[in-house]
């Protein structure tokens, strides 16, 4: 029979209850013990959900307190010492790697921490030594895990981040020069270690991601799959489980040669056949006479139903080819992407409801999808008859369709794209109109989100207080920003975001052909999750959605005060968006609603303008090449035609989440945003090296301290950064800020870190 499978599920539970724990325990409101209870209640419910959904192949140890390469490096013992040398618990030495930790006499910062492939998830890197040596954990946390399961009278299929991509998404440590993948052989010995003990544990099957292989990969990594899988693939049967290797959000086309010479005798392999359809024929091809295909065809990335139809289709065309023993009927990737259940959207409209499916959807779509092609469509009748209505009214409604946007699209010119004159004429008029300082002090945005503000919130959506109330409220909390921030004297304000839940959240809700839910959370990184809005429609902007409070601000305020936006690629990305037309059509979309926001915040008084793109890299098809400049060329006219409306002396702020833009820092020039904040103080500042090597003639504001972490940064330490910056930067060129905004830390760490900052600011404009 034809075999469903789940390749990882959210963590998170129902109502985040993991974020709210893992926060109760960081501010010692719950107990290790109670901690830990927690996780294992989740893990067994999740693992429930999907035995009841009919999946045959359930994952374990998809589950991690923080995240799951950082579960690695603790099993692997690739603790670098300034964590372990502190003796603490595991679960807090894992904290300490993933969030930093200050107390007790104890004060490292977090390990760095960067985006999963193309996605919103956030990894915690390897990062290794030149002497690195790798030991298995005592009680390692697959077989736990496992057995957690089994006890549970649930049989699962560990899951396990494989060595190649450990190590290749790895970096070493700063002042080391280990090259990560040159230390395979001494890793192989603790994942043989590892799988012997996952067999003698009861599992019959491991799934082993190695994601990389979407990549176009150095030769040297690509080396390293034979000896590798060869090792690991001897264990199978006999001393270790079967291994199911799996790559997701990519094709593997490209790296058939190292499928041909060192994944045939694995035991199967899963491929992504959501995102990349096409490369099935050659994928049957290039399977090995007895090898698996695990076929992923519900999407583990967006909410979309799946079309039963299709995928049938797909699976079938495996099964001919294979016959049924040797397919299984997968998620595309972890559902690690997708919101725990659409039963508790309590709110969404029926139309777009039926549209659907998120994680516990998805794993009845895994087992109805599988059920057709073993038992024939009559035995799932009534389910295809249901899924071909649904996919049949979404393509046909009118939701989704506004023919006022398409002919404003249509409309769209070169000219539009483009601002009055070049920066050096920009900078003249922004210099007179703006009079700010050398090394001018800025935020990313936003402050704090305390308690207060999001009860106030919650009883606003509620209906408990009134528009007028939350009005007034909200203006209080600009006021009394702008006064710390006079107190802080920083240069450029900002009015704080108090009244944004979320930077691409707030917009959806303004924006029509946008749908929002209540509860579809998804893990952005450690306790962090996001509730991205969908995209069901053409999007049009049927009021000003900021202009507002920014005015306000701005009209209490005696600096200037800048303006804030997401932009396109980011409310594009950060929003579950469409499958049903291109991207770059659901950009332009966004961009000419925002070139409308930006003009009017002009009309306004705003002469600052900050418009955020962080999710521009993720973007970035994840391999080099045609795909990659096409995706880049709409992307940096999208953002253009958001930004191009104002006049000179108007400045267009833009900021990013990451600093390596090293291979696509053509794009980054070509936004031609006057200031460009960018996330830097965990990089080295080598990576700055780029802009003196392309002449960038712009400016820019390398994060001088990570807002990630409590932690606050001395005044000598963001005095030292900044001389490194210099190094790479033009004095006149350097803007002083943290690396990203500062919604998720506390007022007391904010204010010292701010007024150490601006210290080391005022230091330099007195040396220059
Ligand atoms: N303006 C946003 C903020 O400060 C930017 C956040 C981001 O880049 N992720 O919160
Ligand atoms: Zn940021």
């Known amino acids: 029979m034809v075999q469903s499978s789940v390749l990882g599920f959210p963590r998170m539970g129902r109502l985040r209850d993991l974020k709210k724990a893992n926060e109760s325990y960081w501010g010692g409101k719950l107990s290790r013990e109670d901690l830990l209870a927690e996780g294992k209640r989740l893990r067994l419910e999740h693992w429930k959900i999907q035995k009841d959904a009919g999946v045959d192949i359930i994952p374990s140890n998809d589950f991690a307190y923080y995240d799951h390469v950082l579960d690695h490096i603790q099993m692997f013992n690739a603790i670098p010492e300034r964590y372990s040398q502190h003796k603490l618990e595991p679960i807090d030495e894992y904290f300490a790697m993933g969030r930093g930790h200050q107390k007790d006499g104890i004060d490292v910062p977090s390990l760095e921490m960067v985006k999963w492939f193309d996605s919103n998830y956030h990894y915690v890197k390897p990062t290794l030594q030149d002497n690195q040596t790798f030991t298995l954990a005592q009680d390692p946390k697959p077989v736990r895990e496992f057995l957690e399961a089994k006890e549970a009278g649930i049989i699962t299929r560990p899951v396990l981040v494989g060595p190649v991509s450990f190590l290749a998404l790895g970096k070493a440590d700063r002042g080391q020069s280990v090259d990560p993948i040159s230390l395979l052989e001494k890793l192989l010995p603790v994942y043989e270690e590892l799988l012997q003990k996952l067999k003698e544990a009861g599992a019959e099957t491991v799934q082993i991601d190695e994601p990389v292989l979407v990549f176009d990969l150095p030769t040297k ?6 000896p590798a899988y060869e090792k690991l693939s001897a264990l199978q049967g006999n001393k270790g489980p079967q291994i ?22 694995t035991y199967g392999l899963h491929v992504d056949l959501v995102r990349n359809p096409e490369q099935l024929t050659k994928v049957l091809e290039h399977l090995g006479p007895k090898q698996i295909l695990s076929a992923g065809v519900v999407d583990g990335r967006n909410i979309w139903k799946s079309n039963f139809k299709k995928a049938i289709e797909t699976v079938e065309t495996a099964v001919q080819k294979l016959g049924k023993e040797r397919v299984i009927v997968a998620t595309s990737s972890s559902l690690l992407h997708t919101p725990h259940t659409l039963a508790s959207e309590k709110k969404l409209d029926e139309e777009v409801r039926d549209w659907f499916s998120f994680a516990s959807e998805k794993a009845t779509e895994v087992s109805v999808i599988a ?3 073993t038992e024939g469509a009559n035995s799932v009748k009534s389910e ?15 939701r989704t369709n506004n023919p006022e946007v398409k002919k404003r699209q249509e409309a769209v010119t070169k000219e539009q794209h483009e601002r009055q004159s070049s920066f050096t004429e920009r900078y003249e008029q922004q210099k007179k109109h703006l009079k700010l300082p050398t090394f001018p002090t800025t935020t990313i945005g936003s402050f704090p989100q305390t308690q207060d503000i999001r009860i106030q919130r919650n009883k606003f959506t509620k209906g408990e207080i009134t528009a007028e109330e939350y009005e007034k409220f909200i203006e209080k909390e600009i006021r009394d920003v702008i006064a710390i921030q006079d107190e802080l004297d920083l240069d450029v304000y900002v009015h704080g975001e108090p009244e944004r839940n979320d930077m691409v959240q707030y917009f959806g809700e303004r924006l029509e052909g946008y749908a929002f ?10 306790s962090r999750c996001v509730r991205p809005p969908i995209i069901v429609g053409d999007i049009s902007r049927p009021a000003p959605m900021t202009v507002k409070e920014s005015k306000y601000a701005a009209s209490v305020s005696k600096k200037p005060m800048k303006g804030m936006l997401t932009g396109p690629i980011t409310c594009l990305r950060w929003s579950f968006f469409r499958d049903d037309v291109h991207q770059s ?20 008084g705003i002469y600052v303008i900050q418009i955020d793109e962080p999710a521009l890299r993720e973007g970035l098809p994840l391999r080099a090449g045609a795909e990659r400049e096409k995706y880049l060329s709409w992307a940096v006219d999208s953002f253009k035609l958001s930004a191009a409306g104002v006049k000179d002396s108007t400045q267009i702020h833009s900021h990013f989440c990451y600093s390596e833009f090293q291979d696509f820092f053509h794009a980054i020039a070509a936004l031609d945003a006057d200031v460009l904040s960018i996330e830097n103080s965990k990089s080295d500042a080598k990576l700055l090296k780029v802009f003196i090597d392309e002449a960038y003639p712009r400016h820019i504001g390398p994060g001088v301290y990570d807002i990630h972490s409590p932690r606050i940064p001395s005044e000598q330490e963001i005095k030292d950064r900044l001389a490194e910056m210099l190094q790479y930067l033009k004095p006149e060129q350097l803007w002083v800020n943290p690396d990203c905004g500062l919604k998720t830390r506390q007022w007391k760490e904010t204010k010292q870190a701010l007024t150490n900052m601006v210290n080391a600011a005022k230091f330099n404009r007195e040396k220059y």
Request: charged fraction near 20%.
């Open 221 to 226: 990594v690509k080396n390293a799959f034979k």
């Open 384 to 398: 295809l008859e249901a899924n071909a209505k649904s996919v049949q009214s979404r393509a046909t409604s009118k």
């Open 244 to 265: 199911v290797l799996a790559t997701y959000f990519g094709d593997v086309v490209h790296n058939f040669d190292i499928i041909d010479s060192a994944l045939q005798n």
């Open 371 to 373: 059920k057709a092609v």
């Open 517 to 526: 839910t209540t509860h579809a959370w998804v893990q952005s990184y450690g």
């Open 585 to 604: 059509v659901q950009a332009q979309q966004l961009a000419l609603a925002l070139r409308d926001e930006v003009v009017d915040l002009e009309a306004a």
